[in-house]
């Protein structure tokens, strides 16, 4: 069974949940060239596991706490925060080898 924390139910993290996931997202839907890997293609694994984090973090930051256990273990926030991490990585990334 996951224990939650209190720490993660705070109005805070939620906030910061749906602060990373929104810009996240709009890039995704508005610029899609800022995803490209350094030899001009997309990486398909990659960008579903940050939409995996972009989704999970728009589940937390709105407040639905998934009851059955391996929907809580996917949509976990911290595995959101790292996912989105990693897609923030990728848009620093190619900015980076573009400019």
Same mark, same amino acid.
């Given at each position: 069974?996951? #224990? ?35 030899? !001009?293609?997309?990486?398909? !694994? ?27 273990? #996917? ?13 923030? !990585? ?10």
């Amino acid at each position: 069974m996951i #224990v939650d924390s209190r720490l993660l139910k705070s109005r805070w993290s939620r906030a910061l949940s749906l602060l990373l996931a929104t810009p996240l997202a709009l890039v995704l839907l508005l610029h899609p060239a800022s995803m490209l890997n350094a030899d !001009g293609s997309y990486s398909h !694994g990659l960008l579903m596991l940050v939409m995996l984090g972009i989704s999970s973090g728009f589940i937390h930051g709105l407040g639905f706490d998934p009851l059955a256990l391996i929907w809580r273990l #996917v949509f976990h926030p911290l595995l959101g925060w790292l996912l989105m991490a990693l897609g923030y !990585g990728i848009i620093f990334r190619t900015q980076l080898l573009l400019g």
